[in-house]
């Protein structure tokens, strides 16, 4: 079964960006332990991340033809995108929710995800173990 493992905003930072929040690993480095796990669980993981809201549309609506299901860590957009969450809404393919912070324990504005209800689940706080949990998720859900 295939899965899409798809990334928003600023995750191509990953590694870089604010490492007391969110570690030191790369994302690719991440996306090459996703990949080893899945394949363990008889996943084939491929990968996607953009910067831009439509790219990341675009990619939910392609991945409704081939993928079984969408790990997605829809970064900010998470917070404010009703178009993001309109997609989810559209496709009938499972979307769980990965958060590497714990989005609870920051800001106000991140307490709130409009995207969640459309979700099949939600991960969030384990750092990159947030992807591989989610593995996890689609072993049970598929
Ligand atoms: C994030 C949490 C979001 O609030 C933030 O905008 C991100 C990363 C996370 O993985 O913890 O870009 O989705």
Redesign the pocket.
């Known amino acids: 079964k295939k899965l899409l493992i798809l990334n928003?905003?600023?995750?191509n930072l990953m590694g870089e960006r604010e490492p007391g929040?969110?570690g030191n690993e790369s994302l690719d480095d991440i996306n090459r332990q996703i990949e080893q796990k899945g394949k363990e669980l008889g996943f084939e993981c491929h990968f996607f991340q953009s910067n831009w809201e439509g790219a990341v549309i675009d990619q939910i609506h392609e991945a409704r033809k081939e993928y079984a299901g969408i790990i997605l860590?829809?970064?900010?957009?998470?917070?404010y995108s009703y178009a993001v969450r309109d997609a989810i809404a559209a496709i009938h393919i499972p979307v769980v929710e990965?958060?590497?912070?714990?989005?609870h324990a920051?800001e106000e504005?991140?307490h709130t995800s409009v995207i969640s209800p459309v979700c099949a689940g939600s991960i969030?706080?384990f750092g990159k173990n947030?992807y591989l949990l989610a593995l996890n998720a689609f072993e049970m859900l598929l």
């Open positions: 928003g905003p600023n995750l929040v969110y860590n829809a970064g900010a957009l998470t917070h990965v958060h590497c912070s714990n989005v920051r504005f991140r969030v706080g947030s």
